[in-house]
């Protein structure tokens, strides 16, 4: 994959990616949110990428991209996730360059393509009711929210919102 906006590049995630994969994965938020991408070591965020590589080859599970500056800098990724209803719209911009709209570019940009790409209609979104960055994210780019309350997040029950793409 190779798309290109004013600021960003969303492509291929690659093996040398893998110390600046896992440094982004560490901050707090991304620990807080998305606990499940958090990668402890480099090697383990190699690994990943070489999952992740496969599952793009085959079209099957998580289709992951790297999110990049147009000077080739990490700084995140964005995803489209298989869930049994459909697919789950994820994303994730390192704490140093959160709240420049880096991740509302990268969604934007990345919905169409990958959509079609996987011949759907609609995406979906879930995050935790007080991941009012990842909300606004969303909304900016025309999800509309379909459920606040309890839900299941990563095994567990919590407060969740629940949005749409169409």
Avoid at 5 to 17: G, K, N, V, Y
Avoid at 60 to 82: K, M, N, S
Wanted: net charge negative; aromatic share 8%; hydrophobic share 40%.
């Amino acid at each position: 994959m190779n798309i290109q906006t004013s600021r960003l590049q969303i492509s291929d995630l690659q093996p040398e990616m893998a110390q600046r994969l896992h440094e982004i994965s560490l901050d707090e938020a991304n620990r807080r949110f998305v606990p499940d991408e958090v990668f402890e070591t480099a090697d383990v965020a190699a690994e990943v990428i070489a999952d992740l590589t496969e599952c793009i080859r085959t079209g099957e599970g998580p289709q992951v991209y790297a999110i990049l500056l147009r000077d080739g800098a990490l700084i995140g990724h964005v995803q489209a996730v298989p869930l049994e209803e459909g697919w789950e719209i994820g994303y994730h911009i390192g704490g140093e360059y959160a709240g420049c709209g880096y991740a509302t570019e990268a969604v934007q940009a990345f919905l169409p393509v990958i959509m079609k790409q996987l011949s759907i209609q609609k995406m979906f979104g879930v995050c935790l009711a007080d991941n009012h960055a990842s909300r606004r994210v969303m909304e900016k780019v025309g999800f509309i929210k379909q459920y606040e309350g309890d839900g299941d997040y990563q095994g567990d029950q919590r407060l969740i919102c629940r949005y749409q793409y169409e």
